[in-house]
Structure formats: structure tokens, C-alpha cells
């Protein structure tokens, strides 16, 4: 029997197309891949004339993105025109980080459509143009109006190179771990939280992304300004005792770091209410900030994690995910 044949389809996001691949042949499938990332766009003939005659004298400075715009486009024909042979599915990621066209045409060539937007759908809201060209589409969150649209979670990779533990050795003190893009609408809260650990003397391993504009950096956080990739990461995780997560306020669903926390048994401290709904949370393994509880973290930290059932750990590995999102 033939293994099955995959396109994966997905922004060139740190290291994770190459994981995603991986994953994927793992399991038995025959896996191919497309990024985001064509040749840069040059000027042809005279479009540099035409453009500063435009911009300087129109005041138009929209001829250029349309020449990149045109120049993309014809990019991605090229590459879905290349493609000789059809796929059982196609797997996109992230849909919205592609031209239309380009989109559009890939469903000629495959069994199985299939998006996954893992992000807030009202963070990007123009993947909503996206969804009718599959023939499922995945996200966090209801989105009425859309029979082929359903509910997801994120996932944890479940691959040997990053097996678990068994028995994770607590640091003393506690290491607090995050990483995270650098918000504005979320810096109040990570500032409170990280005031709160350096009274009670934790360790923290905080990691922002400079993202918006911050002239008052806090001391206590490491500002970075590439990706921690997935592997780093997953160092990090190992490493630490605690993870923590802030909820982006544009965002539905849980971030990655809940379920890297339940392969990798760490408790998690967040601000996402959401995840009292979920079959893998425990109050003594997830504490959820609200209402200005942050003095019972101390409690919090003192009770010992609670093992969770097999089948429920294993039901949010990628191994399981990926099948239930080819096969609805």
C-alpha cells in the first residue's frame, strides 16, 4: 500500500515547517512542502521611473505595492503550475499569508482540502476570504455562517527527539518560564506578574520579542529580536518548573505553552480563563489568574502536579490531531 501524499502548506515561521514535515513522515506520510518565500521583487524595464514619477509628482504611492503584488502572484502560478502530481491532502497553514490565487488553484490539486488558522481569527481577519475555498477549515473559535468551518486546539509534537521526562527534578528556587512577542495591550500584566516573582525571589527565564515600540523595558525580562526557535524552546521547557502564559486579549483558544506543559508535566500559571473548560485542567497542575488572586500562587506552587490520565495526554499529541483534522 502506497503511503499517502501530503502538501504542507505554511508561513516560513522559525523552524516549524521543518518540524511539521517531520511529524508527518513519522507517521507514515509522504510529505512535501511550500513556504511563504519567494525571490524578492525587482524592477523590470521601467517601473523604477514610472514608480518615482508616480510617487514624487501623484503622490501615489500604491504602484509599487501593485507591482509586487502582480509579481507574487505570477510567483505562486509558477509554483502551483510545477506541482505534476496530485496529493491526498493539502494542509494549509495559515491561508491568509498567501494570494487568493494561489489558494484557489492548489484545491485543483488534491483529494482533501483542509486550512488551519492558529491564530485569533479577529487578529487576521482577512482569512475569513479564505475558508470557502476548503473543503475544512480549522480555528479556535465558532465562526457562524460557515458550514466547513470547525473548532481545534493547538497541539504538543510527540516525536522521539523530545520525548518527556519521566520524573522532572524541581528547581529551587522555582524557574518561571515565558517567551512571547512584545505587545503593548499585554505588558501591564507581565510587568505585575514578573514584580510579584521578584519579591518572592523566583528564577525567570522571560523572553519578549520586540514587536511594538518599548522604551521602558523591564529589567527583570530579556528582550530578544529574533525567534526562539522550537527547539530552544523545548530546552527551555525541560529546564524550567513553571510555565507562564499571557493571554493576547485578540486571541481565542490556548497557546501552544498548555500543551507543552502537559507532555512535559509543568505547571502553568495564565490569565486565559479558557482553560477551566478543558479535560486536561487540574487546579493543582494550571493556576488561572483573576481577580487579583496572585498571593495564592505561593499555595499553588507548594501542592505537587497531578498525573493526568494517558489517553488524555495523548489525545492533544500531534499524532492524534493531525489525524482527526485529515479525516473530518
Known sequence: MRPKKILLVMPDYSDFPELFIRNLEKLGFQASLIINKIPAYKYRGSERVVNFIRKTFLKDKSYKKKLIAQFEETEYSRIVAELDEKFDYIFVIRPDSFPTPFIEKLKDKTTKYIGYQWDGIEKFPKVKNYFSFFDTFFCFETVPGFSNVKKTTNFYFDFDNYKAAQTPVPNIPPVFYFVGLDWEIRRTKINNFVEFAVINDFKLDFYLQEFDKNDDKNPHIQYITKRITFAENIEFVKKSDVLVDFVDPRQVGLSFRFFEGLYY??????DNLM????????PD??????NGNNAAILEF????????????????????????????
Open 285 to 290: 497542575n494550571i493556576f488561572v489568574i483573576e
Open 301 to 328: 506552587l507548594k501542592r505537587p502536579y497531578q498525573e493526568l490520565p494517558e489517553h488524555i495526554v495523548k489525545k492533544y499529541s500531534f499524532s492524534e490531531w493531525i489525524f482527526r483534522m485529515l479525516s473530518e
Open 275 to 282: 482553560v477551566k473548560k478543558y479535560d486536561f485542567y487540574h
Open 265 to 270: 508535566r509543568k505547571k502553568i500559571i495564565t
